[in-house]
């Protein structure tokens, strides 16, 4: 993704796409001290875009890193990208890193936070085939106790057995990896929350020990203005031969139908059709 044509917001001004870089001694690098955002625009206009940049400052305070702009000037900054590059629909990523600096160990209260937004085009996350329902593999690893680690931040830290489990997903030729939390309660995807469907009601993981996704609370509200009863509870492993529907949400992923979690299958129904309908209008309104 290095060696491309158009400009990064970096630090307060645009660069050159190529020029964006940072130093090895980085000291995100060396001990994960970054927060990052992903969201997406459509025809030019950045949807849910205040909140993102509100999310990307909460991240920062809980690592206890603040970032050095308040949500109205990322929001700015966010607008300047989209338009530098002439996009239309494209995904948004801004990041939040503890850079090189005075201390370059464990403790770096001198090192100054950076922020960097980048943007370009992308299209479906899991492809073309999303309309046959992804096929999710079970990580061999657990969303962490909210007591090990700020699990309501959206930290690269949090990301590493992210790509872990969605490596070996894809070797299994899955598209992604559905995690439990650390008491075998069912959680969400790597990059993307998950909801069920059961007798014409809706199931969802309670999220107080994971990422609330943005699209997650957008898709909420759309299942309750279309009078569907949503529950946000625990949800067990052994509930997942129970459900009729499934799928996932978020910012990159919209809404994705699941076909099948390890071996329980799903169908791509009426209630998922609808949801992904009303949150497709609801991005271009
Ligand atoms: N969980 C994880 C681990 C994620 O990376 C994402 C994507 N940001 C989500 C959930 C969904 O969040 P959102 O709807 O705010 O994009």
Redesign the pocket.
Known sequence: YDDRDGKIWMDGALVDWRAANVHVLTHALHYASSVFE??RCYGGKIFKGHE?SL?LIESGRLLDMPVPYSAEELDRAKAEVVEANGLQDAYIRALAWRASGPDMGVSAARNHVRVAIAAWEWGSYYGDAKWQGAKLDISRWKRPDPETIPAAA?ASG??MI?TMSKHAAEAKGCSDALFYDWEGYVA??????IFFVKDGEIHTPLADR??N????QTVIRIARDMGLNVHERRISPEELSEFSECWL?????EVTPVGQIGEHKYKVGQITREIAEAYDALVRA
């Open positions: 992903g969201e993102h999310r959206k949090l990301y992210c969400e995807a790597t990059g993307a929350n994971f990422l996704g943005i699209t997650r949400t978020g910012s990159a992923a």
